[in-house]
């Protein structure tokens, strides 16, 4: 916002002194990056936000009694979306940076400080991964909560995800190792009855699962008993370490029993064989990538399956995964996939008359925003600025040092952009972030907490 501080706070307060429900705001003078394909990019225009919903995007919108925040010179966006987090990992975070197979990760993590978590510290490691998304600009993200030793471990990722006011999604899956309760999946119905009754909120469910039991064994394993749990509670399924020759298998087998779909997301999908892509395409599969897992730690052939899912039609969602060894924001997932895709083209052509086919910063914002929403089943909530959806949107300041002159607001947030360039974060028209602080987190009480979380998990898995 083209304002100084004092303003930003004043427009703030304005702003909290009004009930949600009653709340009018109006940004004026921006570029807006929509990511509609109907609307494209406008620039000098305005948004409106009425409530939780943004119902106008127009230049010269007429503010009425909207708060009214000045964004010339910068770029509204929609919130990134995260389609697959390891969120309870976070005070974990980078402890392993240079992991160099997936092996060392299920060990070190899975079947080590994995099995000491108490509920508490699924609660910490879930919020700081929630706060750190809200900060670089990360509005939806999903939580693979692989985690679930008891009911009461499930309650603390839900209950943070709450606390943080992100739109959350909750995908519950039981542990790999060590002791649990075995309540999930049939715990799923509790929780969907205690945090989830109601279709118009920020939080939704889904089911968690692996491609195959070849880590964990048969009971995590997706299959027509799991399928038929999701499908009886009118939820989504998220499957993770989709790659490989047996998860190709696994793939035709899931087509064969009709239990691929738009509600079924295969995530990394690194090595898949070409029968098992075309299924996939066939039955409208979303794919969620994870560009620097696949590439540093090394999954499967390492290589981010954008071309083999485009190739097909799916235009893949972006993630996360584990920040133990990775980064933690989009933006480094979006550079990633734009840089390894593109030299991938042309190696491909290198001393060829061919023509490299290349992804452009346009694909990779789009997977990162729509792309992402729809993998995660908010398609119709979330992931574009059009008129009707809710308001989870970025203000991403074009003029800073690193950004200025706003010369393409697409590359600008691609290329240019980082965290201390998010001035604000709505989500469902709640301010997040403001000024560039993300609101009403007590962070020398937080990282009290992250370190103690900390402390226990390292001396009690080392005992």
């Given at each position: 916002m083209h304002v100084n501080d004092t303003t930003s706070a004043a427009v703030l307060e304005q702003l909290r002194r009004r009930p949600a429900h009653e709340r009018r705001i109006l940004f004026t003078g921006a570029t807006v990056v929509t990511m509609d394909p109907s609307l494209g990019v406008l620039t000098d225009a305005d948004l409106l936000v009425e409530g939780d919903t943004i119902t106008a995007i127009g230049p010269c919108l007429d503010a009425g009694d909207a708060v009214v925040v000045d964004a010339t010179g910068a770029v509204l966006s929609p919130g990134f979306v995260d389609t697959h987090r390891?969120?309870?990992?976070?005070?974990?975070?980078?402890?392993?940076?240079?992991?160099?197979?997936?092996?060392?990760?299920?060990?070190?993590?899975?079947?080590?400080?994995?099995?000491?978590?108490?509920?508490?510290?699924?609660?910490?490691?879930?919020?700081?991964?929630?706060?750190?998304?809200?900060?670089?600009?990360?509005?939806?993200?999903?939580?693979?909560?692989?985690?679930?030793?008891?009911?009461?471990?499930?309650?603390?990722?839900?209950?943070?995800?709450?606390?943080?006011?992100?739109?959350g999604v909750h995908a519950a899956m039981g542990p790999h190792f060590g002791d649990w309760d075995q309540q999930w999946p049939g715990d799923l119905t509790r929780l969907r009855e205690q945090y989830f009754s109601s279709d118009d909120q920020l939080l939704t469910l889904r089911l968690a699962t692996l491609a195959t039991d070849e880590i964990a064994g048969p009971a995590l394993a997706y299959g027509p008993g799991l399928a038929r749990v999701a499908q009886d509670l009118g939820i989504g399924v998220s499957v993770d370490a989709v790659f490989g020759t047996a998860s190709s298998d696994a793939v035709l087998r899931w087509a064969t029993d009709g239990l691929l779909g738009p509600d079924v997301t295969l995530i990394h999908a690194t090595g898949l064989s070409s029968r098992a892509w075309k299924v996939m395409g066939e039955t409208g599969t979303t794919v969620a990538l994870a560009p620097t897992s696949d590439a540093?730690?090394?999954?499967?052939?390492?290589?981010?399956?954008?071309?083999?899912?485009?190739?097909?039609?799916?235009?893949?969602?972006?993630?996360?995964d584990v920040?133990?060894?990775?980064?933690?924001?989009?933006?480094?997932?979006?550079?990633?996939?734009?840089?390894?895709?593109?030299?991938?083209?042309?190696?491909?052509?290198?001393?060829?008359?061919?023509?490299?086919?290349?992804?452009?910063?346009?694909?990779?914002?789009?997977?990162?925003?729509?792309?992402?929403?729809?993998?995660?089943?908010?398609?119709?909530?979330?992931?574009?600025?059009?008129?009707?959806?809710?308001?989870?949107?970025?203000?991403?300041?074009?003029?800073?040092?690193?950004?200025?002159?706003?010369?393409?607001?697409?590359?600008?947030?691609?290329?240019?952009?980082?965290?201390?360039?998010?001035?604000?974060?709505?989500?469902?028209?709640?301010?997040?972030?403001?000024?560039?602080?993300v609101l009403d987190v007590d962070l020398p009480a937080l990282r009290r907490e992250v370190d103690a979380s900390r402390a226990y998990v390292l001396n009690a898995s080392a005992a």
């Open positions: 390891h969120a309870w990992e976070a005070q974990l975070r980078r402890i392993m940076p240079d992991v160099d197979d997936l092996g060392a990760y299920v060990m070190s993590t899975l079947a080590g400080y994995a099995t000491v978590y108490r509920p508490e510290d699924m609660y910490t490691g879930t919020k700081l991964a929630a706060l750190t998304a809200l900060d670089s600009g990360i509005t939806t993200m999903l939580d693979f909560s692989h985690n679930s030793r008891t009911r009461a471990h499930s309650d603390a990722a839900v209950e943070a995800l709450r606390d943080t006011g992100l739109r540093q730690i090394g999954l499967e052939t390492a290589v981010p399956a954008v071309d083999e899912a485009l190739s097909v039609g799916i235009r893949p969602g972006l993630s996360i920040e133990v060894a990775l980064a933690s924001d989009m933006f480094t997932q979006m550079r990633a996939l734009h840089a390894i895709q593109r030299m991938r083209a042309v190696h491909a052509t290198y001393g060829s008359d061919g023509q490299p086919n290349r992804i452009t910063t346009h694909d990779v914002l789009d997977f990162a925003t729509l792309q992402g929403a729809r993998t995660n089943g908010l398609g119709a909530v979330t992931g574009s600025l059009t008129p009707g959806k809710k308001a989870d949107l970025l203000v991403i300041q074009a003029e800073d040092l690193n950004n200025m002159p706003l010369n393409d607001p697409i590359g600008t947030i691609v290329l240019g952009s980082d965290a201390r360039n998010i001035s604000a974060v709505l989500v469902n028209g709640e301010p997040r972030k403001w000024n560039g602080h």
